[in-house]
């Protein structure tokens, strides 16, 4: 079985601070992916990033970052100099890997509020 | 291009009737998915199209729920004698194909049964 924990439920920061938000995974496939997807007030689930499990090295985007490491079964997501505009439920989710499965499980989400 | 898109935005219905929602993935993705967001679940994985392969349903909740995919393409969720415990926003994504492929998300329907 597939399980994704987001541990944080609310997160509150102040404009420029930055943010980690925490994501740790249980699956027993030795292949898989990770994803993290934001979801703003309109709505919309918008892709942010995604991660095979052959692949730990760690990378930046803009300001975005983020850490997996398959010892402790952690994909974690750092905001850097956070925006308004990044205020969002930011949902961390696990896909079996394989041709013949499609399905997301996903965490339970963290809220981000950014505060000018 | 156009992203994924869903029909209606929001739907009301009472309870004991029957409702569709549509989703019309991006074009060329030969893989579509339907998932289910409510309070006290989260968000859930319904069911899930690829190609011409017999659909994975093992996400539907009951019988009462159903999805077919016409034509490769459009795909239709049906909900037959609405419950209460059904109102929840359901959200179609899309793939180019499985494995790799991410999962774009179209805006959602927001279902209320009364």
């Known amino acids: 079985a597939q399980k994704v924990t987001q541990a944080q439920t609310e997160i509150s920061v102040v404009e420029k601070e930055d943010v980690t938000l925490d994501c740790v995974y249980e699956?027993?496939?030795?292949?898989?992916?990770l994803f993290w997807y934001k979801q703003p007030p309109s709505g919309e689930l918008v892709f942010l990033i995604r991660r095979n499990s052959f692949d730990e090295q760690n990378e930046i985007s803009g300001r975005y970052s983020w850490n997996f490491q398959k010892s402790t079964s952690s994909f974690n997501f750092t905001i850097t100099a956070s925006q308004v505009v990044d205020s969002a439920v930011y949902f961390c989710?696990?896909?079996?890997?394989?041709?013949?499965?499609?399905?997301?499980?996903f965490g339970q989400g963290t809220i981000l509020t950014v505060h000018p | 291009g156009a992203g994924v898109s869903q029909s209606p935005s929001n739907k009301v219905t009472e309870k004991g009737k029957d409702v569709e929602l549509r989703c019309d993935p991006i074009?060329?993705?030969?893989?579509l998915y339907w998932y289910r967001q409510s309070l006290g679940q989260g968000l859930e994985f319904l069911i899930y199209?690829?190609?011409?392969?017999?659909?994975?349903k093992s996400g539907l909740p009951s019988d009462r729920f159903s999805a077919e995919r016409t034509g490769g393409s459009v795909s239709t969720l049906t909900i037959q004698r609405t419950q209460q415990e059904d109102s929840a926003v359901y959200l179609c994504a899309s793939s180019l194909g499985s494995g790799w492929d991410t999962q774009y998300f179209g805006p959602g329907t927001r279902l209320t049964v009364l």
């Open positions: 699956t027993r496939d030795t292949t898989y992916y």
């Open positions: 074009s060329g993705h030969t893989a």
């Open positions: 989710a696990l896909r079996p890997g394989g041709t013949s499965y499609g399905k997301l499980t």
């Open positions: 199209f690829q190609g011409n392969s017999a659909p994975d």
